[in-house]
């Protein structure tokens, strides 16, 4: 498996981001699509909202979205092009850098987040069941 500093140094020069890009309205069809359904899966369940994060964000139309109605969203992914987009044209909230590490160095924080999904992420990462420990970090607790 390769490491957390592979993966990072894959997907921020060779991963072919333009692909996304030549089909940004498909993308941003599906972003709305996917919404759409947490919507209505929100609604239903009476959840409100909070501090939303998506990992694994890539051009961050999820996040847009999320924010758009209303949640506080950030994204997250290893820095690229991606990324770079959903920050500088879509002005989004994108923390960049290997997940682990960015829990680790405080960017962002234990606790801080009422929703968090991932879209087709985990196969990617090297290490997923450490990965999903810190993510679920990320989560606030469940009042009592």
């Known amino acids: 498996m390769p ?8 997907y921020g020069k060779h991963f ?3 692909w996304y890009q030549q089909r940004l309205y498909l993308k941003k069809a599906q972003a709305w699509h996917r919404w759409r359904r947490m919507k209505f899966r929100f609604k239903k369940r009476g959840i409100q909202p909070g501090n939303f994060l998506d990992i694994g964000c890539g051009h961050g139309m999820f996040v847009q979205a999320a924010a758009r109605s209303g949640w506080k969203a950030t994204g997250w992914d290893y820095p690229s092009d991606a990324t770079a987009y959903a920050k500088n044209v879509l002005g989004l909230n994108i ?4 997940l682990i ?3 680790k160095s405080g960017k962002v924080g234990e606790g801080q987040f009422d929703f968090i999904t991932s879209w087709h992420c985990l196969e990617h990462v090297s290490k997923p069941v ?5 993510a679920t970090r990320l989560l606030k607790r469940a009042e009592k």
Do not use: R, T
């Open 3 to 10: 490491s957390g500093e592979e993966l990072e140094a894959y």
């Open 95 to 98: 923390v960049e850098d290997e």
């Open 130 to 134: 450490e990965f999903l420990s810190y």
């Open 101 to 103: 590490a960015a829990v």
């Open 16 to 18: 072919n981001y333009s």
